[in-house]
């Protein structure tokens, strides 16, 4: 599905989000299961995102795929005021985030206040379902999941 501008012009279209390949399949079958699965490294066992075809620690050239455990902190953000694909709604936060498994993940933080934004902070994944195929992986604030599990699971951006 695309988006215009209100030229015509093409500015977003949902299914640029979505770029499985034979090496990531995994992750993304495992998103659409509400899993996060990421490759290791069967030599040195360091986890690995995203996907390489030789290991950055010790150049191993072998993987198997573990699931994750969705967990990480924030490093850093940046708050998008301009809508670049209807998978987004304004404003909205792209994360960058430290997994508890070691690599780090660029992706979004939701249901948080911009005002409570805090690099370090605990997050933890959620799924989002844009499309029949399409589910993206999206993090937010862990001490809400503590307090309630009250994320709408069933929300569909289209
Ligand atoms: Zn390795």
């Not at 699965?37 to 996907?51: A, G, I, M, N, S």
């Not at 290991?55 to 455990?69: E, F, H």
């Not at 993940?105 to 799924?127: H, Q, W, Y």
Request: hydrophobic residues 40%.
């Amino acid at each position: 599905m695309a988006i215009h501008d209100p030229h015509g012009i093409i500015v977003g279209n949902i299914e640029a989000l979505y770029h499985p390949t034979p090496e990531t399949l995994p992750f993304w079958e495992g998103c659409s299961h509400g899993q996060l699965w990421l490759p290791q490294c069967c030599e040195c066992r360091t986890v690995l995102h995203p996907f390489d075809s030789t290991c950055s620690v010790c150049l191993g050239p072998t993987r198997k795929w573990i699931q994750a455990s969705g967990d990480g902190r924030m490093i850093t953000w940046v708050i998008y005021r301009r809508l670049y694909n209807p998978a987004f709604t304004l404003p909205y936060v792209v994360a960058l985030i430290a997994l508890s498994e070691g690599p780090h993940i660029i992706s979004n933080l939701v249901d948080c206040s911009e005002a409570t934004i805090k690099a370090g902070m605990p997050v933890r994944i959620v799924f989002d379902q844009l499309t029949d195929r399409i589910v993206l992986p999206r993090f937010r604030p862990h001490s809400i999941l503590l307090e309630a599990d009250t994320y709408d699971h069933s929300r569909q951006i289209l």
